[in-house]
């Protein structure tokens, strides 16, 4: 039985006095989650990990936090990464990797997103996998190929029991261009079925919204979804992490 996870990747937003803002009309919001059903998680820039972490102990069980990345090496001259003993002192519980913004802007290899992850689950941390193909690359019939090599070299000599892959169309994120959920579930059940494990947690992200979620979590293949901008107003990521199935 996969658990689907609804996962708010807040970027480079929020300060932490926001944070906590965002967290008190929140956590109130999501009190009538089937908490056997579903899992909740904010991915807030590191700077705000700390303060997240206090506030969220005792006051919601099903809500955890994952941090935007964290680097393969515990400590050491690594400027401007994290390390997952950081992580672990904030019981942080997943760690976001290979999204497309570092992919792109900071020209993250397969080869280094395979070692974060690695180093997340030596730590205790799962890892949120992210993968997805670019629009040059859809047009031209590469999909496919470019996510099965993501998904190879990424996930090499990982653990699948401890893993969430993130299925997200480059072109849809951010771009209101949502990927068709049918399109995004066939997708995800081939990432599934090239991982070859069949309760792997396998998210679509890329323009979901409140007024799309129900669609994109009636599909088979999709458990559960990591939202960008839509997560930044708690009322609606609210709504999303209130989903039902139509
Ligand atoms: P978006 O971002 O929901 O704003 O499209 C998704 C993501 O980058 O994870």
Known sequence: MRKPVIAGNWKMNMTCTEAIEYMRVLIPLLKDIPK????????????????????????????????????????????????????NELSVKCAIVGHSEPRKYFSESDEQINKRAKSAQDHQLIPIVCVGETFQQREMGEAERVIRRQIEQGLEGIEVKRLIVAYEPIWAIGTGKTCEA?????ICGLIRKWIGYEDVIIQYGGSVKSNNIDEIMSMSDIDGVLVGGASLDPTNFARIANYEKI
């Open 36 to 87: 056997k059903d579903r899992e909740v998680v904010i991915a807030p820039p590191f700077t705000a990990l700390y303060p997240l972490s206090e506030f969220i102990r005792d006051r919601n069980e099903y809500l955890s936090l994952s941090s935007q990345n964290v680097h393969w090496e515990d400590s050491g001259a690594y400027t401007a990464e994290v390390s997952p003993l950081m992580l």
């Open 182 to 186: 049918n399109e995004a579930n066939r």
